[in-house]
């Protein structure tokens, strides 16, 4: 574990009084490394060792029996404070029906989860409505459309040659038309850099307001998570993220980076394929995750 | 890089960041500008070659073509975790072979997420490949028991089967994949020839867990590197490598049906540090 690393990297200073700066970096290192390891952006290490540095060159450590076990508190406190508020979930607006966009990069889990939010508005007695956005990935329109078939939840569907910005205008009038309380929007993945599909979306974005732009990211990713983060925080502003696939033993550090990045919150977790495998966001887990 | 007038620590340092920053990880940043420091370079633009020659070093260690021998048929599984690019990269396989004047039939396997049956029906359209298939949930054991037999019979050159995309750490989901690879090997010894793990170039450290339990479980004979036409750099296959000794034997590119192409050491060393 990472206490007991820290502990054994400091121990052999402490014998000799107190722990010194260079003692402290040496201990520090460590935590880079695990950091590293769990996928957090390197960039993001730095800075966050930096603050951790300048908690830690307090008494509290530097005089501590135990200054491993002192500065992982350090840590663990201070991952909790980048990670933001819990959140339950999703909330509708006063004026109905509530848009929810649904972003993000390939396979990244969107349409698994436009399903499982739709199904947890159901579960409160809600009318959704499933907009299918995705007219390029072959079967994308059939995937959600089974998925609404199995949650008894509408789905908005293209005519043909329509194209994905007069399906989501489409969608949402058909929302509205019929009082749903909350729309849904599937989006096709796509690339941060691809320039054309990034102004698709904030063209879809422009035309039907929604009050949710929720980035879908897969807890896997890796460096690249700042990048992904950042594209898609300054073309759409999002409002929030949706982190998927945590039911596998990815650490997840891809959350610190975009936490840091964006400054946006994380609202919910994919935890598994099934549709009633969507849950709230706890800091302090995500924290311990991270950690490992 | 080009700012660096003589080789020091920060220069140094710089490079092991861009190594990380591509997903290598820590242990292989390091061994690699290690030797660098144990060498005693002082020219900056000699150090920079010198990584690149002990990146392409690793990758070629290992190397290997696709291994599709005359076997009527030649089987391919095609495995790996959920999103990865598995279905897709099967339709651009099949297309490549097809130019390549081969006959295919791919297996319907993934009988348990929505519409993959009809995602994969799509692209055997596309390429021209014949695509067996059960209803929705039916028995993936089962669907390739009667896709080898259909790909037999038809005197198809290559079979592949198209799997679910599964965490490793789902036991029984391995499980499954155990049964496929013995239905396949019982039915027709010799096969499975390939069982390629598709790895998403985006993802960080899991690929190497992932490469772990794959290998572990039902044994992997190469990889398929997807999304590299994204901003990440696939720098985890260097893990791959060194551990597992598994070739990287494709990478994708995108999501037409000609974005396959072969994996070639020296210019994925070259992307890496564009
Ligand atoms: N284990 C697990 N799998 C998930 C989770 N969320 C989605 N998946 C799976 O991930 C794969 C991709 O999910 P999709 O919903 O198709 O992803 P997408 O973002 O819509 O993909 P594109 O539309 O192609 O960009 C599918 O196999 C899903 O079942 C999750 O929380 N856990
Ligand atoms: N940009 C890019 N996208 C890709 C590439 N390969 C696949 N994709 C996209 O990634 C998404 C997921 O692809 P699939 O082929 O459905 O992935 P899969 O592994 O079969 O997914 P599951 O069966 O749900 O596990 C789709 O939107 C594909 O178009 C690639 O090389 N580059
Ligand atoms: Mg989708
Ligand atoms: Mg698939």
Same mark, same amino acid.
């Given at each position: ?56 060159? /307090? ?26 508020? /819990? ?123 929604? #009050? ?20 898609? #925080? ?28 964006? /400054? ?7 935890? /598994? ?20 | ?28 940043? $390091? ?21 690149? $020659? ?60 929505? @519409? @993959?049956?009809? %995602? ?30 259909? @790909? ?52 960080? %450290?899991?690929?190497?867990? %992932? ?64």
């Amino acid at each position: 574990s990472l206490t007991s690393k820290l502990d054994a990297v400091l121990k052999k200073f402490k014998g000799r009084g107190l722990l010194t700066e260079k003692d402290l970096e040496e201990g520090l290192r460590e935590v880079r490394l695990a950091l590293l390891e769990a996928d957090v952006n390197f960039k993001v290490v730095k800075s966050f060792i930096e603050r951790v540095k300048g908690r830690a060159m /307090g008494r509290e450590v530097m005089e501590s029996l135990s200054p491993g076990q002192q500065v992982v508190k350090i840590v663990y406190e201070e991952l909790c404070a980048v990670m933001g508020e /819990g959140s339950k979930g999703l909330q509708l607006s006063p004026n109905l029906p509530t848009v929810i966009m649904l972003v993000g990069l390939q396979g990244s889990g969107k349409t698994t989860t436009a399903g499982k939010v739709a199904r947890m508005f159901k579960q409160d007695g809600r009318k959704a409505l499933l907009v299918a956005a995705d007219i390029r990935r072959p079967a994308a329109v059939k995937q959600l459309e089974v998925l609404g078939e199995g949650l008894k939840v509408p789905v908005y569907t293209p005519d043909t040659g329509k194209d994905a910005v007069a399906v989501c205008t489409g969608g949402v009038e058909y929302g509205k038309k019929y009082g749903h309380d909350v729309v849904i929007i599937d989006t096709a993945g796509r690339l941060h850099i691809d320039d054309e599909l990034m102004k698709e979306l904030i063209c879809i974005k422009d035309k039907v307001s929604p #009050n949710e732009v929720l980035l879908v990211v897969d807890a896997m990713t890796g460096q690249d998570a700042v990048n992904i983060a950042t594209h898609f #925080n300054e073309s759409l502003d999002i409002t929030g993220v949706i982190l998927t696939k945590l039911d596998g033993d990815a650490r997840g550090g891809a959350v610190l980076s975009i936490r840091h990045v964006t /400054g946006k919150p994380i609202r919910l977790l994919g935890m /598994g394929e099934k549709l009633d495998q969507l849950e709230p966001f706890y800091p302090d887990r995500m924290a311990s995750r991270i950690l490992g | 890089l080009s700012r660096w007038k003589k080789v020091d620590p920060a220069l140094l340092d710089e490079l092991e960041e861009v190594l990380i920053s591509a997903d290598t990880g820590v242990l292989v940043a $390091e061994k690699l500008i290690d030797k660098i420091r144990k060498d005693k370079m002082n020219d900056p633009a000699a150090v920079k070659e010198a990584i690149k $020659e002990g990146m392409i070093n690793i990758l070629t260690e290992h190397e290997g073509a696709l291994n599709l021998p005359d076997a009527g048929p030649a089987v391919v599984v095609i495995v790996g975790v959920n999103g990865t690019g598995k279905t897709t990269t099967i339709g651009k396989l099949s297309e490549r072979l097809r130019r390549e004047g081969k006959k295919v039939v791919i297996a319907a396997a993934d009988t348990f997420r929505a @519409a @993959a049956i009809e %995602q994969l029906v799509i692209w055997g359209e596309r390429s021209g490949a014949t695509v067996i298939r059960h209803t929705g949930g039916a028995d993936p054991a089962a669907v390739v028991f009667d896709a080898l037999a259909a @790909a037999k019979a038809r005197g198809a050159d290559i079979l592949i089967v198209d799997t679910a995309g599964r965490l490793h750490t789902k036991v029984n989901l391995m499980e499954e994949l155990k049964k496929i690879r013995r239905v396949l090997e019982r039915e027709h010894p010799g096969s499975p020839h390939e069982i390629l793990l598709v790895l998403d170039a985006t993802a960080g %450290q899991n690929s190497l867990v %992932q490469a772990r339990f794959f290998s572990r479980d039902i044994g992997i004979t190469g990889i398929v590197l997807t999304k590299l036409d994204g901003t990440a750099k696939g720098g985890i296959i260097f893990s791959i490598m060194e551990e597992l000794k598994i070739p990287v034997k494709m990478i994708g590119v995108g999501e037409s049906i000609e974005d396959l192409r072969d994996f070639h050491a020296k210019e994925f060393v070259e992307a890496l540090f564009e």
